[in-house]
Structures are given as C-alpha cells and as structure tokens.
C-alpha cells in the first residue's frame, strides 16, 4: 500500500497575502479557493510538478489530538528542483528574498553550489513560514 503526503496545513495571518505569495510570487498553482462551510475558508496551492499541496486555511478547528500552530511556526518545509540556480533567479525576479546558493562544506555552510543534493537555498513566507530548496538530480524528476 502507498501512503503520499498531499496537504500540509501552512499556518498564516492573512490568507489573501498568503495566496498571492505563494500563487504569483512562488508559483503556485492555485487548487481551491472557497468557503467550504459559514466562516471555513480553505485555499488549496501545489507547487508545479509536485502531487503535495499546501493548506492555507482560516475558521476551522485543530484536529483531534492536535493543537493549532501559530503562523510563522512551520520551519523545514523543502521542495527540490534540477536547476537551483535559475529557481533562485526566477524567485528574485518574483520579488522573494532568497538566500544565497550554498552548500555543506567540511566546516559548515559555504557560498556555492555543492556536489549532487548538496545546493540548497532559503526563503520565508510573510508569516515566516520557513523553506529549504534543494537541487535534486534532473534523472529524478521524471519518477
């Protein structure tokens, strides 16, 4: 049986700016946008090629057994890409501000691409909802 990850819930402030920094400055594909029930508003975003989506969702409970997470709280969310390079210059010219292009040196973080998966860059949303991008090797973007 496979079990995928399709929706992580972001926690934001303002769900429109949310919705326009991750649809027209990231990149996002905007899946759903709708009040799904008196006061529960849920948009729906997927990053081109990915079958994982984020929530960005106001009005509705914690989940059972879970508490609410206070916006700008989520750190460590990673996306890859097989050009980091023209990723980050494609963000910039979007308006984002992205970290430099770095990697795992033999003494920490140094400026600069790095060997196969070690090129990675930062950026956070208006809540300041950390990311990781990484660059993945282009042969395995077709799986």
């Known amino acids: 049986m496979n079990w995928t990850l399709e929706v992580v819930p972001l926690p934001v402030t303002d769900l429109d700016r949310a919705k326009e920094f991750y649809a027209d400055r990231i990149g996002f594909t905007?899946?759903?946008?709708?009040?799904?029930?008196?006061?529960?508003?849920?948009?729906?975003?997927?990053?081109?090629?990915?079958?994982?989506?984020?929530a960005l969702i106001s009005g509705m409970p914690p989940m059972p057994?879970?508490?609410?997470?206070?916006?700008?709280?989520?750190?460590?969310?990673?996306?890859?890409?097989?050009?980091?390079?023209?990723?980050?210059a494609e963000l910039v010219g979007r308006g984002?501000?992205?970290s430099p292009v770095r990697h795992v040196g033999a003494?920490?973080?140094?400026?600069?691409?790095?060997?196969t998966w070690n090129s990675f860059m930062t950026f956070e949303d208006p809540d300041g909802n950390g990311w990781t991008v990484q660059e993945a090797p282009s042969e395995l973007s077709q799986r």
């Open 30 to 54: 905007v899946d759903l946008d709708d009040e799904v029930a008196p006061g529960v508003r849920i948009i729906q975003l997927t990053p081109p090629g990915s079958r994982c989506s984020v």
């Open 107 to 115: 003494t920490g973080w140094a400026d600069g691409k790095g060997d």
């Open 96 to 98: 984002v501000e992205v």
């Open 65 to 88: 057994g879970t508490r609410a997470m206070d916006p700008g709280t989520l750190h460590g969310l990673q996306l890859c890409v097989t050009d980091i390079e023209a990723a980050r």
